[in-house]
Structure formats: structure tokens, C-alpha cells
């Protein structure tokens, strides 16, 4: 059964990114004689790798300065590996170039990580966020055939790396340096929002380089198996795509409420600098990006108040964003006026459809679930950071940027501020709280039943091995 465990293990391997861990799963796996990989046991190895990587990403911080200490080297890393993009450095520009590249080739390795890890295993996550992947081939067909999940996986990588190539040559032709291009680049892409200036994008005064970002920012967003349809010749299939289109209607929605804003809050500012601000704003916390080239905590309230559900929201599914995703706000959203249509029509019978297709109840029933289990998440996370001091708006924010990857939030964790006035706890709370939100949360908490069934499994056969004495 090797073929069947190299399915599964290739997301994990292109998500640790570590030889050596690779290495090692490979040698574990090679057996013929182990039994099946279950769905759980694939929660709970994804879950590890996470945590094993995040750790092993924080010994660059360690072994360059390890006076930085424990909780803010793991804090970086799991930023970075994540994509997140919060920092508890307050002055980047200090940093060597070395550990600027490691901030910016953990973003990049993490955020395509996370999307080969989702076509790796196809099969064990079917819970919203992989409902439109199954459009493409149903879950049994990509079990069998590896020669398609390789394919599949080959399509992202050649489009992720062309994206990231197209992107540093647009910067180089607006004036950025290589190294800047580079890593901006791979921030970028990754939906992560690290930069090598204190003033991240707002460093390089150009509108040029700016419109490249919101470009590249929201083709990130972009649910990246929909290049796989492009690849393919399957343009129709992305052009009727519910998630998509619902995608970029919040997109326009959002910037042009926020461009209203602040064409009556400064009205005496150039009309195409504010929609360009506002373009900008909106596609970083939208996409769970973290760059910035204005302190929006200083915009008026109507659009502070849009920027905050763009961070609650997130982009498209399978992509390198974070948040709840558009794929999860359509479905509930729909199950919403289903549910209203049953009860003005007692006797009707209504579907919930996407891309012209069915969708079960089930998995309606696993996008809400994971909704709810994320807005339970933030209360919990908020109640945790504020116990170390914040306000209940940092503290609100700090959970939202956490486990919505994005990065900056408002108030106390701004644009213009960092992570770093918090305590050790609350830093190690706040690189679990990213790991859940990168992980789609149900992984995580998938996981806890194994170790129920392996303590069962423990029970069972000391009971055996008594009664064999006896």
C-alpha cells in the first residue's frame, strides 16, 4: 500500500518543507504491511507537521539572536509559516537579509503548502472549504488515480511559482530592488504581509507598484484550483463559478463604501489616490494579506467598519488566504433563505445550489458548523489575550488577525504597531490561535478523537493481556 500513503503524505511533505521530516515520513510509510491511513489519523499527522514545522522555523531566530527568546522566535515562525504576517519586530529594517529571506521563504513555502496539502488529501477534507475542488473529480476517482492528484498538484506549483516570477519582474520595472521584489513577491502570493520595511508597501512611493500588489493580492484570493480549470481549457467552468463571482462582488462592494468614506472624510484629497487607498486596504485584509500604506485605525468609522468584516471574511477557498472564506458565508447564506422560503412555503421543497450542482445537506451542515466553531474560537481567543491586559478591541483584532492569518488588526496590533508588548503566554496562544485558523480549525479538533480511540485501543489491550495472564 506505499502508492496509497504517498497520497496522503505528498500535501504533508509540501507542507513541512523540511527534509528531514520528510525523510522520516517516507521511511515510516514505506511498509507494506501498516494498516490504512484513516481520515483521523490524517487530521492528527497534519496537525503535528504544523506544530513540528512552526517549531523547527523558529531556530533562524533562535541561532541568529537567542536573547529574542523562546515565545517570539515560535511567535515569527508560526507567523510566517501561517502567512500571517504579525511581527513583534518593531523596527524590520534592523534585520540582517538572512532573516528577512526566512521571514519571506516561510510565507511562500507555507501558503502553497497549505493548498498542496489540501489536494493531497482530497478525500479528508470534503468540509466546505474543498466542496468546489469535488466539482472538478469526485472524491473516490482522485483516491485512485495519483497520476491526477500529481498533475493537479504540478498545475499549482508551476502557477504559484509563475505568479510569484511575474510579479518580482512588474516590481523590477517599477524601481523595486531584487531583494525587495523578491520577497515582496512572495509575501504577495502567500497572502502573508511580510515586508522588509518599516512602512511595509507605503515605503515605496509609487501608485504602479501599489495597483501591482491589489493585482497580485486578489489573484491570491483566488481559489488557485480555478487555475487548474484555466489550465485545462475549462473556462466556462470558471466563469460560472459561485464563489468566485460572489467573491469579487464583496471586493467592488467593500471599496466602494470604503471610497465613499473617505471621499467625505477628505474631500479635498485627490479622488485617485483615495480609491486606490481604498482598493489597496480593502484587498489586504480581504485576502488576509497584512500589508499597508495607510494607518486605517485613523478612517472614519463606516470605513473601519468594512475593513473589519473584510477581516472577519476572508477570500475564496483553496486559496493562500485565511478567514472563514466566501465559500462558507455563500453556503450559510443560502441555508439562511432556505430556511426563510420554508417557512412561507410550509410544503415547498427547496435545494441549495452551487456552480448548477446540488449541495447535501451535510455539507451545508459542516459549512455552518465550521462558522459557528469559528466564531467561538474568537470569543474564546478574545477573552484569553484580553486576560493579559489589551482592550477588548486589541484583544478583539489580535484573535481575528490570528486566525484569520491576516496580520495587522486595529488599535493596540494597527498597520503601525506590533505584536511584541504582548507576554510570552499570550504570544504562544496567539501561534496556536494561527495555526488553527490555517489548519480550517475542524483538523485540529478532528484530531482529539484519536487520541480517545488510542487510549481506548490501550485499555482494550491491557484488559487482553490481563486476562491472558490469568
Given at each position: 500500500?506505499?502508492?496509497?500513503?504517498?497520497?496522503?503524505?505528498?500535501?504533508?511533505?509540501?507542507?513541512?518543507?523540511?527534509?528531514?521530516?520528510?525523510?522520516?515520513?517516507?521511511?515510516?510509510?514505506?511498509?507494506?504491511?501498516?494498516?490504512?491511513?484513516?481520515?483521523?489519523?490524517?487530521?492528527?499527522?497534519?496537525?503535528?507537521?504544523?506544530?513540528?514545522?512552526?517549531?523547527?522555523?523558529?531556530l533562524?531566530?533562535?541561532?541568529?539572536n537567542p536573547?529574542?527568546?523562546?515565545a517570539n522566535?515560535?511567535?515569527?515562525?508560526?507567523?510566517?509559516?501561517?502567512?500571517?504576517?504579525?511581527?513583534?519586530?518593531?523596527?524590520?529594517?534592523?534585520?540582517?537579509?538572512?532573516?528577512?529571506?526566512?521571514?519571506?521563504?516561510?510565507?511562500?513555502?507555507?501558503?502553497?503548502?497549505?493548498?498542496?496539502?489540501?489536494?493531497?488529501?482530497?478525500?479528508?477534507?470534503?468540509?466546505?472549504?474543498?466542496?468546489?475542488?469535488?466539482?472538478?473529480a469526485?472524491?473516490?476517482?482522485?483516491?485512485?488515480?495519483?497520476?491526477?492528484?500529481?498533475?493537479t498538484?504540478?498545475?499549482?506549483?508551476?502557477?504559484?511559482?509563475?505568479?510569484?516570477?511575474?510579479?518580482?519582474?512588474?516590481?523590477?520595472?517599477?524601481?523595486?530592488?531584487?531583494?525587495?521584489?523578491?520577497?515582496?513577491?512572495?509575501?504577495?502570493?502567500?497572502?502573508?504581509?511580510?515586508?522588509?520595511?518599516?512602512?511595509?508597501?507605503?515605503?515605496?512611493?509609487?501608485?504602479?507598484?501599489?495597483?501591482?500588489?491589489?493585482?497580485?493580492?486578489?489573484?491570491?484570493?483566488?481559489?488557485?484550483?480555478?487555475?487548474?480549470?484555466?489550465?485545462?481549457?475549462?473556462?466556462?467552468?470558471v466563469?460560472?463559478?459561485?464563489?468566485?463571482?460572489?467573491?469579487?462582488?464583496?471586493?467592488?462592494?467593500?471599496?466602494?463604501?470604503?471610497?465613499?468614506?473617505?471621499?467625505?472624510?477628505?474631500?479635498?484629497?485627490?479622488?485617485?489616490?483615495?480609491?486606490?487607498?481604498?482598493?489597496?486596504?480593502?484587498?489586504?485584509?480581504?485576502?488576509?494579506?497584512?500589508?499597508?500604506?495607510?494607518?486605517?485605525?485613523?478612517?472614519?468609522?463606516?470605513?473601519?467598519?468594512?475593513?473589519?468584516?473584510?477581516?472577519?471574511?476572508?477570500?475564496?477557498?483553496?486559496?493562500?488566504?485565511?478567514?472563514?472564506?466566501?465559500?462558507?458565508?455563500?453556503?450559510?447564506?443560502?441555508?439562511?433563505?432556505?430556511?426563510?422560503?420554508k417557512?412561507?412555503?410550509?410544503?415547498?421543497?427547496?435545494?441549495?445550489?452551487?456552480?448548477?450542482?446540488?449541495?447535501?445537506?451535510?455539507?451545508?451542515?459542516?459549512?455552518?458548523?465550521?462558522?459557528?466553531?469559528?466564531?467561538?474560537?474568537?470569543?474564546?481567543?478574545?477573552?484569553?489575550?484580553?486576560?493579559?491586559?489589551a482592550?477588548?478591541?486589541?484583544?478583539?483584532?489580535?484573535?481575528l488577525?490570528?486566525?484569520?492569518?491576516?496580520?495587522?488588526?486595529?488599535?493596540?496590533?494597527?498597520?503601525?504597531?506590533?505584536?511584541?508588548?504582548?507576554?510570552?503566554?499570550?504570544?504562544?496562544?496567539?501561534?496556536?490561535?494561527?495555526?488553527?485558523?490555517?489548519?480550517?480549525?475542524?483538523?485540529?479538533?478532528?484530531?482529539?478523537?484519536?487520541?480517545?480511540?488510542?487510549?481506548?485501543?490501550?485499555?482494550?489491550?491491557?484488559?487482553?493481556?490481563?486476562?491472558?495472564?490469568?
Amino acid at each position: 500500500r506505499s502508492g496509497e500513503f504517498s497520497l496522503h503524505f505528498r500535501g504533508i511533505q509540501g507542507c513541512t518543507k523540511h527534509a528531514g521530516i520528510d525523510v522520516i515520513i517516507l521511511l515510516l510509510t514505506r511498509r507494506s504491511d501498516r494498516p490504512d491511513l484513516t481520515v483521523l489519523d490524517s487530521y492528527g499527522i497534519v496537525t503535528l507537521a504544523w506544530i513540528i514545522s512552526c517549531l523547527i522555523g523558529a531556530l533562524p531566530f533562535l541561532i541568529w539572536n537567542p536573547d529574542i527568546g523562546f515565545a517570539n522566535a515560535v511567535f515569527e515562525s508560526s507567523s510566517g509559516f501561517t502567512t500571517t504576517g504579525s511581527t513583534i519586530f518593531a523596527d524590520v529594517e534592523s534585520l540582517p537579509r538572512s532573516i528577512l529571506f526566512w521571514r519571506a521563504i516561510s510565507h511562500w513555502l507555507g501558503g502553497m503548502g497549505m493548498v498542496v496539502l489540501a489536494v493531497g488529501l482530497f478525500h479528508s477534507m470534503g468540509i466546505g472549504a474543498l466542496f468546489l475542488m469535488r466539482a472538478e473529480a469526485p472524491g473516490p476517482e482522485v483516491e485512485r488515480t495519483s497520476t491526477r492528484i500529481s498533475a493537479t498538484a504540478r498545475i499549482l506549483w508551476v502557477t504559484y511559482t509563475g505568479l510569484t516570477a511575474g510579479q518580482v519582474i512588474l516590481y523590477l520595472f517599477g524601481g523595486m530592488g531584487l531583494f525587495d521584489a523578491v520577497t515582496h513577491a512572495f509575501a504577495t502570493l502567500a497572502t502573508g504581509g511580510f515586508s522588509t520595511r518599516n512602512a511595509s508597501i507605503a515605503a515605496f512611493p509609487s501608485s504602479y507598484i501599489q495597483w501591482v500588489t491589489i493585482a497580485f493580492m486578489i489573484l491570491a484570493g483566488v481559489n488557485f484550483v480555478l487555475f487548474v480549470h484555466l489550465a485545462r481549457g475549462n473556462f466556462n467552468r470558471v466563469r460560472l463559478d459561485s464563489e468566485l463571482k460572489t467573491y469579487f462582488g464583496m471586493f467592488l462592494s467593500a471599496i466602494v463604501v470604503v471610497s465613499i468614506s473617505l471621499f467625505r472624510a477628505f474631500p479635498d484629497s485627490p479622488p485617485g489616490d483615495l480609491i486606490r487607498d481604498a482598493a489597496f486596504q480593502v484587498a489586504t485584509l480581504f485576502t488576509s494579506t497584512g500589508f499597508a500604506t495607510q494607518d486605517y485605525v485613523l478612517w472614519p468609522g463606516a470605513a473601519r467598519g468594512v475593513l473589519l468584516i473584510c477581516l472577519f471574511l476572508g477570500a475564496s477557498a483553496g486559496s493562500t488566504s485565511g478567514g472563514i472564506k466566501v465559500i462558507h458565508v455563500v453556503l450559510s447564506a443560502k441555508a439562511i433563505h432556505r430556511e426563510v422560503m420554508k417557512a412561507r412555503h410550509p410544503h415547498g421543497v427547496f435545494g441549495i445550489y452551487v456552480n448548477g450542482a446540488v449541495v447535501h445537506d451535510s455539507v451545508v451542515a459542516s459549512a455552518m458548523a465550521f462558522v459557528l466553531l469559528y466564531i467561538a474560537t474568537v470569543l474564546v481567543s478574545t477573552v484569553v489575550v484580553a486576560g493579559s491586559g489589551a482592550s477588548i478591541e486589541t484583544a478583539l483584532t489580535a484573535t481575528l488577525a490570528a486566525i484569520g492569518n491576516v496580520g495587522p488588526g486595529f488599535s493596540g496590533v494597527g498597520p503601525t504597531e506590533n505584536f511584541g508588548f504582548f507576554p510570552a503566554s499570550t504570544k504562544i496562544w496567539l501561534s496556536a490561535v494561527m495555526i488553527l485558523g490555517r489548519l480550517e480549525l475542524v483538523t485540529v479538533v478532528a484530531f482529539v478523537p484519536i487520541l480517545d480511540r488510542h487510549r481506548a485501543f490501550t485499555r482494550a489491550r491491557t484488559v487482553r493481556w490481563n486476562n491472558t495472564r490469568l
